[in-house]
């Protein structure tokens, strides 16, 4: 096998082109007789790599001058957590809990409920359904509220915001693990953004933080190491920062503006998600358990209804170099994660495959 | 240039072995058709990388079967604070301050007194010589304290601990982030052992935790991410870790098997060392700041006395291929950091050129 079609919902595949670019510099990075790997985080080397990675994101999102930019670490998982901290005000805080990971967000609001006399509002939740479709959001919501939480897109469950809420006086928060760099979005609807970069945005180890700058020091009093203004003032360079995914982001990024950026992007993906979703609709065999209108265009559940079917299907598509194709167990079924990087002739080898396998099991 | 010799303190030079496997694997990870940067955590390829990555590190330090070990994210400036949540029991703390790392772990647990109503005590400290030498530890300890917090090798001043103490029923709880797998160490000595990798360890982005089973779930109220039980429980399989810096240090384990294990790398070591301490010690010119029992064998900090003549000699390092030889701006003058990786030939290489530069600035 030379390349897999690597369906994983995260880490997951990325381009080729930053894959050897990154093995052509692994021993000597631009002449300096140094890997990445080993360069200093406050060396030259290095400060331009991390320049280079936020001028990128700056552009490919527009993001206006008044947000900063936080390479992190933890993953999306640690920001549950530090989002509290870092934004809580009045203390009263709303989530919409639209799937497994809305969900992690609010129970982590809820662990800090007693230490920060939180009073934590569940505005939206469609757990009732088992997350296979979108909640739907309130009309309004009180000017009160520091913030509230939403995921974009559903990795598990397979759906996605397409538009987002507006409530005046209320940041919005959004965990974007796995749609952020998909699409264009308008940065200035959100108080702040994250998203652990193993899906589109790089590998694992780093997590970005697009933050605005009024809402970086409510919590002046937290452990310097918690609190986002300690990296905002430093540059992410307060303590070692994870330097080679770093690295590899600034890499997927410069990627991204050869593609012509996400407008470009955006539509190659929803030409490489319908290829898939219409197949889902007209076949008797298998089915997309998510309503029509919340689909994601990254993750792509769908099942034939019996587990042996399932499974045998799924070892037909890795006999065709298809890799992680199996849903995540409490769905169940198959997950296509058709992430940037999944290349379209992927998808229409995948939909091939369903059709003969439907052929011979009708 | 083709391979610098470099001298930082941190992220650090990785032996070119571990970067030449890293390159070779890079498209195409044992026949799986991806990257190990592109391996879902839940697969068994990763899976492989993290239990060889243990199992090496069990090996290397004869780690007891009641020692867990943790691969966590950012960095020891993150364990500094979450060690004292997750450690804590009567909230009596001590702290060994023997350098600047020190420090900062002290004032991470000074952060914390009001929200834990801690007692932070300072048994031990060299704050008024500046560091230049450790500090005298007490004969005894009190029982009733959680732990005694220590750094085991001084990054920034040079200075290095030959042997530990040992205090009945206090646990040692040791920041080794620079001298981590370059010697043996007895790991029963300690309750907690935690280092971040880009020194001897691997690269930034990936810290170790070494931490006796009877100390884990202390706290169990704490949040589950900052609760070191929840990774020893998911064997830090919890959320995504940092996947490439884990497989770079099974890499660099790897490698120090091949060398023959801790004590022949130790033997290495102590030579390289003497290399450059010997001519410090003949020298008119160039002076070792450090007090000689104290002495490091991983960073070594020098100075001429003079900073236009210090100037001129790092420039002349570089012109000879020596990177990052200039020391911390809180010493000043030179600083060679000659971690595992660092090359016998690049120490002979760097004496020469002081004898040469010595001579002629008589």
Tied chains: 1, 2.
Excluded at 11 to 22: D, M, Q, S, T, Y
């Amino acid at each position: 096998m030379t390349r897999a079609y690597n369906l994983s919902a995260g880490p997951a595949i990325l381009p080729i082109e930053v894959l050897e670019k990154a093995q052509a510099e692994m021993l000597n990075y631009k002449g300096s007789g140094m890997s990445v790997m080993e360069l200093s985080h406050r060396s030259q080397y290095f400060e331009e790599i991390i320049e280079a990675a936020e001028a990128n994101l700056r552009q490919l999102l527009d993001i206006p001058s008044n947000y900063k930019i936080l390479f992190l670490q933890g993953g999306a998982s640690m920001a549950f957590t530090t989002l509290v901290m870092n934004l809580r005000k009045t203390g009263k805080v709303a989530y919409d809990e639209g799937g497994n990971f809305g969900k992690k967000a609010l129970e982590a609001a809820l662990e800090l409920k007693e230490a920060y006399d939180l009073q934590v509002d569940v505005v939206a939740s469609s757990a009732y359904a088992n997350y296979i479709h979108l909640p739907e959001l309130p009309e309004e919501l009180s000017e009160d509220y520091d913030y509230l939480h939403i995921c974009s897109n559903n990795t598990i469950e397979g759906t996605q915001y397409r538009e987002f809420p507006n409530y005046e006086g209320v940041p919005l928060v959004a965990d974007m693990s796995s749609d952020l760099l998909s699409k264009p979005i308008d940065v200035r609807q959100f108080g702040m953004i994250y998203a652990g970069a193993q899906k589109n945005s790089g590998i694992a180890g780093l997590t970005l933080v697009i933050i605005r700058e009024d809402l970086l020091n409510l919590n002046a009093d937290l452990p310097v190491i918690f609190n986002y203004n300690t990296y905002a003032k430093a540059n992410s360079l307060y303590n070692t920062p994870s330097t080679y995914p770093i690295y590899i982001h600034k890499l997927v990024t410069d990627w991204l503006i050869e593609q012509g950026g996400l407008e470009a992007v955006n539509q190659k993906n929803i030409e490489k998600a319908q290829i898939l979703y219409d197949y889902l609709d007209e076949s008797e065999l298998f089915k997309s358990p998510v309503k029509k209108e919340d689909r994601s265009v990254m993750n792509v559940p769908f099942m034939t209804g019996d587990v042996d079917l399932d499974a045998k299907f799924i070892a037909l598509t890795e006999e065709h170099g298809f890799r992680n194709l199996k849903g995540h167990r409490s769905v169940g079924g198959m997950r296509a994660s058709i992430y940037n990087a999944f290349p379209r002739k992927g998808l229409e080898h995948l939909v091939e495959l369903m059709k003969k396998f439907e052929k011979e099991h009708q």
